[in-house]
Protein backbone atom coordinates (compact mmCIF):
# COMPACT_ATOMS: atom_id res chain seq x y z
CA UNK A 1 0.00 0.00 0.00
CA UNK A 2 1.62 3.20 -1.55
CA UNK A 3 4.97 1.60 -0.99
CA UNK A 4 4.63 -0.39 2.28
CA UNK A 5 3.86 -3.93 3.11
CA UNK A 6 1.25 -4.21 5.74
CA UNK A 7 1.06 -7.31 7.94
CA UNK A 8 -2.11 -8.70 9.76
CA UNK A 9 -2.24 -11.92 11.44
CA UNK A 10 -3.57 -14.78 9.11
CA UNK A 11 -6.78 -16.84 9.41
CA UNK A 12 -9.08 -17.02 11.60
CA UNK A 13 -8.82 -13.63 12.40
CA UNK A 14 -10.37 -10.52 10.80
CA UNK A 15 -6.63 -9.32 9.66
CA UNK A 16 -7.56 -10.46 6.00
CA UNK A 17 -10.26 -8.20 6.79
CA UNK A 18 -8.51 -5.27 7.31
CA UNK A 19 -5.56 -6.19 4.37
CA UNK A 20 -8.85 -5.96 2.06
CA UNK A 21 -10.13 -2.87 2.77
CA UNK A 22 -6.73 -1.44 2.49
CA UNK A 23 -6.34 -3.64 -1.29
CA UNK A 24 -9.38 -1.99 -1.96
CA UNK A 25 -8.50 1.50 -1.43
CA UNK A 26 -4.73 1.36 -2.90
CA UNK A 27 -7.02 1.65 -6.04
CA UNK A 28 -7.71 5.11 -5.25
CA UNK A 29 -5.48 8.31 -5.72
CA UNK A 30 -6.12 10.60 -1.75
CA UNK A 31 -3.51 12.87 -3.45
CA UNK A 32 -7.07 14.98 -4.95
CA UNK A 33 -9.44 14.18 -2.16
CA UNK A 34 -9.19 16.54 0.83
CA UNK A 35 -8.51 14.51 4.14
CA UNK A 36 -11.46 13.48 6.21
CA UNK A 37 -13.59 14.99 3.64
CA UNK A 38 -17.21 13.60 2.56
CA UNK A 39 -14.96 11.50 -0.07
CA UNK A 40 -12.14 10.51 1.81
CA UNK A 41 -14.81 9.08 4.26
CA UNK A 42 -17.10 7.58 1.66
CA UNK A 43 -14.28 5.73 -0.06
CA UNK A 44 -13.09 3.87 3.35
CA UNK A 45 -17.03 3.23 4.34
CA UNK A 46 -17.88 1.49 1.40
CA UNK A 47 -14.32 0.13 1.02
CA UNK A 48 -14.85 -1.24 4.84
CA UNK A 49 -18.77 -3.15 3.19
CA UNK A 50 -16.95 -4.44 0.47
CA UNK A 51 -14.62 -6.27 2.35
CA UNK A 52 -16.78 -7.13 5.14
CA UNK A 53 -18.80 -9.00 2.71
CA UNK A 54 -16.08 -11.75 2.77
CA UNK A 55 -15.41 -11.69 6.41
CA UNK A 56 -18.16 -14.73 6.53
CA UNK A 57 -15.64 -16.75 4.65
CA UNK A 58 -12.80 -16.99 7.05
CA UNK A 59 -12.62 -19.85 9.34
CA UNK A 60 -9.77 -22.05 10.78
CA UNK A 61 -7.80 -22.90 7.69
CA UNK A 62 -7.10 -26.11 9.27
CA UNK A 63 -10.61 -27.38 9.11
CA UNK A 64 -12.04 -25.90 5.94
CA UNK A 65 -10.93 -25.51 1.93
CA UNK A 66 -10.98 -21.94 1.72
CA UNK A 67 -8.53 -20.19 -0.63
CA UNK A 68 -7.89 -16.97 1.46
CA UNK A 69 -4.77 -16.10 -0.32
CA UNK A 70 -7.69 -15.71 -3.08
CA UNK A 71 -9.56 -13.00 -1.24
CA UNK A 72 -6.59 -10.50 -1.88
CA UNK A 73 -6.01 -11.21 -5.15
CA UNK A 74 -5.21 -7.76 -6.98
CA UNK A 75 -7.37 -8.19 -9.46
CA UNK A 76 -10.75 -9.10 -7.57
CA UNK A 77 -9.72 -6.28 -5.10
CA UNK A 78 -9.82 -3.77 -8.31
CA UNK A 79 -13.05 -5.37 -9.36
CA UNK A 80 -14.64 -4.47 -5.44
CA UNK A 81 -12.82 -0.84 -5.65
CA UNK A 82 -14.66 -0.18 -9.58
CA UNK A 83 -18.49 -1.01 -8.22
CA UNK A 84 -17.90 1.73 -5.56
CA UNK A 85 -19.93 5.06 -6.76
CA UNK A 86 -21.12 7.83 -4.85
CA UNK A 87 -24.51 5.88 -3.68
CA UNK A 88 -23.82 3.85 -0.39
CA UNK A 89 -24.41 0.47 0.00
CA UNK A 90 -26.19 -1.23 2.54
CA UNK A 91 -23.75 -2.21 5.85
CA UNK A 92 -24.04 -6.32 5.38
CA UNK A 93 -23.27 -7.27 8.84
CA UNK A 94 -25.12 -8.18 12.22
CA UNK A 95 -24.28 -7.10 16.04
CA UNK A 96 -21.33 -8.26 17.60
CA UNK A 97 -20.28 -7.79 21.08
CA UNK A 98 -16.22 -7.66 22.28
CA UNK A 99 -13.46 -6.75 24.79
CA UNK A 100 -9.85 -5.83 23.83
CA UNK A 101 -7.39 -3.91 24.73
CA UNK A 102 -4.05 -3.14 21.97
CA UNK A 103 -0.62 -2.25 23.25
CA UNK A 104 2.53 -1.92 20.95
CA UNK A 105 6.32 -1.62 21.58
CA UNK A 106 9.52 -1.37 20.50
CA UNK A 107 13.16 -1.20 21.49
CA UNK A 108 15.99 0.63 20.42
CA UNK A 109 16.90 -2.15 18.26
CA UNK A 110 14.38 -2.01 16.43
CA UNK A 111 12.48 -5.11 17.68
CA UNK A 112 8.93 -4.66 18.12
CA UNK A 113 5.70 -6.31 19.01
CA UNK A 114 1.94 -5.30 17.77
CA UNK A 115 -0.55 -7.18 20.34
CA UNK A 116 -4.19 -7.23 20.60
CA UNK A 117 -5.21 -9.30 24.34
CA UNK A 118 -8.64 -10.03 24.78
CA UNK A 119 -11.46 -12.38 26.74
CA UNK A 120 -14.08 -11.51 25.02
CA UNK A 121 -17.42 -10.46 27.13
CA UNK A 122 -16.83 -8.40 30.36
CA UNK A 123 -15.70 -11.62 32.47
CA UNK A 124 -14.46 -14.00 29.32
CA UNK A 125 -16.19 -16.90 29.86
CA UNK A 126 -16.71 -16.51 33.38
CA UNK A 127 -14.33 -19.31 34.42
CA UNK A 128 -11.30 -18.88 36.75
CA UNK A 129 -8.35 -20.64 35.95
CA UNK A 130 -7.75 -22.40 39.41
CA UNK A 131 -6.76 -19.88 42.19
CA UNK A 132 -4.62 -17.88 39.71
CA UNK A 133 -7.10 -14.82 39.31
CA UNK A 134 -6.89 -15.26 35.66
CA UNK A 135 -9.86 -15.18 33.76
CA UNK A 136 -10.47 -17.89 30.88
CA UNK A 137 -11.44 -16.24 27.74
CA UNK A 138 -14.65 -16.70 25.68
CA UNK A 139 -14.21 -16.66 21.77
CA UNK A 140 -15.73 -20.18 21.46
CA UNK A 141 -18.99 -17.95 21.16
CA UNK A 142 -18.00 -16.95 17.70
CA UNK A 143 -18.37 -20.74 16.58
CA UNK A 144 -21.47 -20.92 15.49
CA UNK A 145 -23.91 -23.61 16.38
CA UNK A 146 -24.40 -25.21 13.34
CA UNK A 147 -21.96 -28.11 12.62
CA UNK A 148 -22.20 -27.64 8.95
CA UNK A 149 -21.41 -23.63 8.78
CA UNK A 150 -17.97 -22.67 7.76
CA UNK A 151 -17.30 -21.53 11.71
CA UNK A 152 -19.43 -24.26 13.16
CA UNK A 153 -18.23 -26.29 16.27
CA UNK A 154 -15.61 -29.03 15.75
CA UNK A 155 -13.22 -30.37 18.31
CA UNK A 156 -9.81 -28.85 18.18
CA UNK A 157 -10.89 -26.11 15.87
CA UNK A 158 -10.55 -22.55 16.31
CA UNK A 159 -13.26 -20.05 16.22
CA UNK A 160 -13.10 -17.03 13.59
CA UNK A 161 -11.88 -14.09 16.03
CA UNK A 162 -11.64 -9.71 15.72
CA UNK A 163 -8.07 -9.45 16.91
CA UNK A 164 -6.07 -8.26 13.96
CA UNK A 165 -2.94 -6.33 15.03
CA UNK A 166 -0.63 -5.01 12.46
CA UNK A 167 2.87 -4.00 11.35
CA UNK A 168 3.94 -1.90 8.11
CA UNK A 169 7.41 -2.68 6.60
CA UNK A 170 8.53 0.02 5.29
CA UNK A 171 11.76 -0.92 2.83
CA UNK A 172 11.43 -4.25 4.69
CA UNK A 173 11.77 -2.54 8.18
CA UNK A 174 9.03 -1.70 10.95
CA UNK A 175 7.51 1.52 9.85
CA UNK A 176 3.97 1.55 11.54
CA UNK A 177 2.35 -0.48 14.60
CA UNK A 178 -1.38 -0.40 14.84
CA UNK A 179 -4.06 -2.06 16.16
CA UNK A 180 -7.17 -1.35 18.15
CA UNK A 181 -9.81 -2.33 19.95
CA UNK A 182 -13.59 -2.40 18.63
CA UNK A 183 -14.90 -6.13 17.17
CA UNK A 184 -16.46 -5.23 14.06
CA UNK A 185 -14.80 -1.85 14.18
CA UNK A 186 -11.00 -2.91 14.54
CA UNK A 187 -10.53 -2.90 10.60
CA UNK A 188 -13.17 0.32 10.11
CA UNK A 189 -11.03 2.87 12.28
CA UNK A 190 -8.13 1.29 11.32
CA UNK A 191 -8.87 2.07 7.71
CA UNK A 192 -9.11 5.50 8.80
CA UNK A 193 -6.05 5.99 10.81
CA UNK A 194 -3.97 4.43 7.73
CA UNK A 195 -5.20 6.57 5.16
CA UNK A 196 -4.21 9.47 7.73
CA UNK A 197 -0.51 8.20 8.78
CA UNK A 198 0.34 7.04 5.00
CA UNK A 199 -2.27 8.95 2.29
CA UNK A 200 -1.82 12.08 4.12
CA UNK A 201 1.30 12.18 6.40
CA UNK A 202 -0.34 12.62 9.67
CA UNK A 203 1.54 12.30 12.76
CA UNK A 204 0.20 9.65 14.91
CA UNK A 205 -1.20 11.74 17.26
CA UNK A 206 -3.09 13.69 14.58
CA UNK A 207 -4.24 10.78 13.03
CA UNK A 208 -5.89 9.41 16.04
CA UNK A 209 -7.39 13.11 16.81
CA UNK A 210 -9.71 12.67 13.42
CA UNK A 211 -13.49 11.62 13.32
CA UNK A 212 -14.01 7.90 13.21
CA UNK A 213 -17.20 5.61 11.79
CA UNK A 214 -18.38 2.65 12.80
CA UNK A 215 -20.75 0.79 10.98
CA UNK A 216 -23.66 -1.77 12.49
CA UNK A 217 -22.80 -1.95 16.43
CA UNK A 218 -20.47 -2.83 18.66
CA UNK A 219 -20.12 -3.24 22.45
CA UNK A 220 -17.26 -0.84 22.42
Not at 37 to 54: G, I, P, R, T
Amino acid sequence: YRGLQLLAPPAPTQGLTTLGIMGILSHFDFSSIAEDSAEHVHLVVEAVKHAFLDRHMIADPDSCDVDFGAMLDPARLRAKAETISDRAMAWPQVFASADTVYFAATDKEGRCASVLQSIYFDWGSGVVAGDTGILWQNRGAAFDPDPSHINGFRPGKRPFYTLNPGIALRNGKPGLLYGTQGADGQPQTLAMLLTRLIDYGRRPAEALAGGRFLLGRTFS
